[in-house]
Structures are given as structure tokens and as C-alpha cells.
């Protein structure tokens, strides 16, 4: 009869194919391996030979497990998956075979499996991958930050107010100094100022028949005194 390893009857004996075993002497079939675990080689006689494929991982003979998202193991064996670079992700795919899966992660750029810059201020990233990282839209920016994973990082810039591209300037007698959501200021009472998009209180000018430092609190001009220009 067959020896372990061979199936068959009498002289019409073959081996195993590759993915196979069978353990014992006899005329049964040769076992499967496991899912997702195989042999190279023909003749396989134990299921121990059944080895993890790549992307998966496990004891020799046992029930592989996939790689988990952000890993990677490019052999087979029961070697553990390596975890991706730093700001790099596999886009939540998991199994993966090979460290070019670890692509740049949100608000980073850069080649698959090579070497990776952060976004820049004022710019944003939004999904895995190698593209370019996106310009906030006119008149926001990031507030310094770097790695903005949103266009929601992107905020109205000094001078504007909203939110994302829906970006307005401040009118004319309003100002706002930082980035930001916030809605803008108005000039102390009895100033103002006629452009609009101005990012400083010092941008706030007495009105006529007023004087004051720019920004400061106005006085009204005292009797027998006038003032025609802001």
C-alpha cells in the first residue's frame, strides 16, 4: 500500500501534490492543508509541513490567521507580521504580502514603501497613498500645523471668517487677528475701518470728529476743537 506521503493503489502510487499531505500508509486521499497554509514540496507526509502562507501567520500545521490591517508578512512560515513604517497604514487591508501595501498614511505623502514628508502647513491629506497632499482653499489655512488629515483643519484665515470653502472676508468696521471659526470683531465704538479683510484692531481708525491711537477707545473732540479726517 502507498506510504505516507503517496496515495494511490498497488503500482499506480503517486506522491502528494504540492498544498497536500497525508500522513499515514494506505490508499486514502491526500489531505488538504489548511486554508490559507500550503508546501512547496510533493510527498508531504505530516500536516506540520503545511505552512503559512504570506500575509498570513501561524504555527507549522495549525489554522493560519491574516495579517492585521497596518501589517505585513511577505514569506511563509510561521513568522509573526510585521508591522508598516511609521505614518504609513495599508488603507484598512488586511493579509497583505509585502511592505509595499504600507502606504503613506493621512496627512503624509510619498512613495509606496519608500520615504515619507508630512503635509505641509496649510495643506491636508485626507486618504492613504502616494498623492500629493491639497492646498487649503483661499483665505484658510492649517494655523501652523502640519499632518492636517481634513479639509476641516482648514480654517478662515486673520482677516476672514467661516469655515472650510465657505470663506468670507470681514466687512468694512470689523477685523479679526488669528485663524479661526470665530465670527469677526467690530471696531471699538466711534472708529472703523473702510477695507475690508483687516486683520488687526490697529487697523481701526477714530472716526471724524474723534481721536484715538489706532484700535484705542475714541474721545469725542472737545469743545472748540474738530477733527475731518479718520
Given at each position: 500500500i502507498p506510504l505516507a506521503g503517496y496515495t494511490g493503489t498497488y503500482a499506480a502510487v503517486t506522491a502528494c501534490e504540492a498544498g497536500?499531505?497525508?500522513a499515514s500508509a494506505g490508499t486514502s486521499i491526500c489531505d488538504n492543508c489548511p486554508d490559507n497554509s500550503g508546501v512547496t514540496a510533493t510527498a508531504s507526509n505530516a500536516v506540520t509541513d503545511c505552512r503559512a502562507d504570506a500575509g498570513h501567520t501561524g504555527s507549522d500545521g495549525g489554522i493560519p490567521t491574516e495579517c492585521s490591517t497596518d501589517t505585513y508578512?511577505?514569506?511563509i512560515g510561521d513568522a509573526g507580521c510585521t508591522a508598516c513604517p511609521s505614518n504609513t497604514a495599508t488603507g484598512g487591508a488586511a493579509g497583505s504580502t509585502t511592505g509595499s501595501a504600507c502606504v503613506a498614511a493621512l496627512g503624509y505623502t510619498g512613495p509606496n514603501g519608500g520615504t515619507l514628508t508630512v503635509c505641509l502647513a496649510d495643506t491636508f491629506k485626507a486618504n492613504t497613498g502616494a498623492a500629493g497632499c491639497t492646498a487649503c482653499p483661499s483665505n484658510t489655512e492649517t494655523g501652523g500645523a502640519t499632518g492636517a488629515t481634513a479639509i476641516a483643519a482648514?480654517?478662515?484665515g486673520a482677516g476672514y471668517t467661516g469655515t472650510n470653502d465657505a470663506v468670507t472676508a470681514c466687512e468694512a468696521g470689523k477685523y479679526k487677528?488669528?485663524?479661526g471659526t470665530s465670527i469677526c470683531d467690530n471696531c471699538p465704538d466711534n472708529s472703523g475701518v473702510t477695507a475690508t479683510a483687516s486683520t488687526a484692531?490697529?487697523?481701526c481708525l477714530a472716526d471724524v470728529g474723534y481721536t484715538a491711537a489706532d484700535g484705542g477707545a475714541p474721545t469725542e473732540c472737545g469743545t472748540g476743537a474738530y477733527k475731518t479726517t479718520i
Open positions: 497536500k499531505y497525508k508578512k511577505t514569506v482648514c480654517v478662515a487677528a488669528s485663524a484692531v490697529t487697523d
